[in-house]
């Protein structure tokens, strides 16, 4: 594509902005009004009015100056109307795309924020369980091996003691007590250590759940809104306040959504109308000869025929056609 080199070069550039501008425009209210349908009807048809409305923003202005240019002030003044009513519609629909949007990101950051905090604190929790649990497991100190404490047992059952103190449910004396105390502490010992197994098992699961909650929280960061920065830098610029509150942050989202909807409006109506509003002059000229040329072909046995006033024919049928021919 070759650079312009003067206005008119310009020209059919700027109407394939104006197009582009346009039809980016619609996309987007097509797809806000593709959102307010409650099924797959009421949807489609809700996008594709919105859609129009878009394109009557984009080219109702250029009707209406073509049509002032004519002496069509009715249909000019017809054009500007639709094109107020369509610009209200389109108003509406940018500004809620984009508060939408906005709000959307600003919903998903929090989610993000949420869930990585929520993984962290599982973390925490679980290295608290963990050092409980191991704690616990320092504290359980059995004073015999378990197959010192089984034997302790085994030889007691075997001992003449065991049915003289009815499996220790009685002592006879000293040396029946201190026979019973063994036994009870061995059996006790033998206790021990089945919970210190138990509690091995929860330690290794706990420290496996660590583990893996660990790498959970690694792959969880906290999320970015662009738009709630936005809204912050913009609430602390216009109060002069490094610490904005919700209300100011709130009215600059506002803002921002409605100047993103005047400049969507506006791109694509106003590069059209440009574009439209100083067309080379002499392609309509040249257009005109043209249909000038067919139209003497056409009528030529009635020019030929008119013989002494073919002249003066002629020229009522140049103006008659076209009258911007009167300038050229």
Not at 128 to 141: G, I, Q, S, Y
Not at 259 to 264: K, Q, S, V
């Amino acid at each position: 594509m070759q650079h312009a080199s003067s206005f008119d070069d310009l020209i059919p550039h700027m109407k394939r902005a104006g197009f582009t501008a346009t039809t980016l425009a619609a996309s987007i209210t097509a797809m806000f009004g593709w959102q307010l349908g409650e099924n797959f009807v009421a949807s489609a048809a809700l996008a594709g009015l919105m859609a129009l409305c878009t394109y009557i923003v984009g080219y109702s202005l250029v009707a209406a100056h073509a049509a002032y240019k004519r002496g069509m002030k009715g249909v000019s003044f017809a054009a500007v109307a639709l094109f107020a009513i369509a610009v209200t519609c389109e108003f509406i629909a940018h500004t809620g795309f984009n508060a939408a949007n906005r709000d959307a990101t600003v919903q998903q950051a929090s989610f993000q924020t949420a869930t990585a905090a929520d993984a962290r604190n599982t973390v925490k929790d679980l290295e608290a369980k963990v050092a409980r649990l191991t704690e616990e497991r320092n504290v359980m100190k059995p004073k015999q091996a378990p197959a010192a404490a089984k034997a302790v047992i085994a030889n007691a059952e075997a001992h003449k003691f065991w049915k003289l103190t009815d499996a220790c449910k009685s002592t006879k004396g000293p040396q029946t007590r201190a026979f019973c105390d063994g036994y009870f502490s061995a059996q006790a010992g033998v206790a021990l250590w089945d919970q210190i197994a138990a509690q091995e098992i929860k330690l290794a699961t706990a420290e496996s759940e660590l583990k893996d909650a660990r790498a959970t929280a690694g792959t969880k960061h906290e999320g970015h809104a662009a738009g709630a920065s936005q809204n912050l830098v913009l609430a602390s610029m216009f109060t002069a306040n490094t610490n904005p509150d919700e209300t100011a942050a709130y009215w600059s989202g506002v803002g921002i959504s409605a100047l993103l909807a005047i400049f969507a409006i506006a791109a694509g109506g106003l590069c059209n109308f440009v574009a439209f509003a100083f067309e080379p002059a002499a392609k309509p000229v040249r257009r005109a000869m043209t249909e000038v040329q067919a139209s003497i072909e056409e009528n030529y046995p009635a020019i030929y025929m008119a013989q002494d006033d073919t002249a003066k024919k002629l020229a009522e049928l140049l103006r008659s056609i076209r009258p911007e021919l009167r300038a050229a």
